[in-house]
């Protein structure tokens, strides 16, 4: 299947007006990203029911993963995507994850802005990559 048009924007906006939202925006998108991306290559070629299909998804797209996901990648992102991780990881956050320590959820919410801010810039390529990666990270 070609996933990538899955994430094509229509209307992209500029990496200025990405980078002026607030990070956590940003990784409010990301969630969103990834998890349709997730629940996408989990769904397709199966006759499973939506549990199963869940909790494999679960297991890819919860803070603890998304986490390890971050560190694993972290080595590969770029200058711009490493300012977007650490401006949302350094963000005041309220809530976190049920099963995770905050530092966890931070690198989480990091990873997720960078997925938010490469879907809304229209770099369809490089977010794909990421998703494909991600999607192998086992917690």
Known sequence: MENKAIFELSNPVSKEE???????????????????YTRTMVSIGTSE????????????????SQSKTAEELLPSFTEEEHDIFRRA????????????????????????A???????????????????KASEVKE
């Open 49 to 64: 029911k939506t549990g199963p299909l869940h909790e494999e998804v679960t297991k890819i797209v919860k803070a603890v």
């Open 89 to 112: 990881r350094n963000c005041k956050i309220q809530t976190s994850a049920k099963h995770a320590k905050m530092d966890e959820y931070r690198r989480a919410s990091g990873f997720e």
């Open 18 to 36: 990405a980078n002026k939202m607030h990070p956590m925006a940003l990784a409010f998108i990301g969630d969103a990203v990834q998890s349709l």
């Open 114 to 132: 960078v997925l938010g801010f490469l879907y809304i810039t229209g770099q369809t390529e490089r977010l794909t990559q990421l998703l494909e």
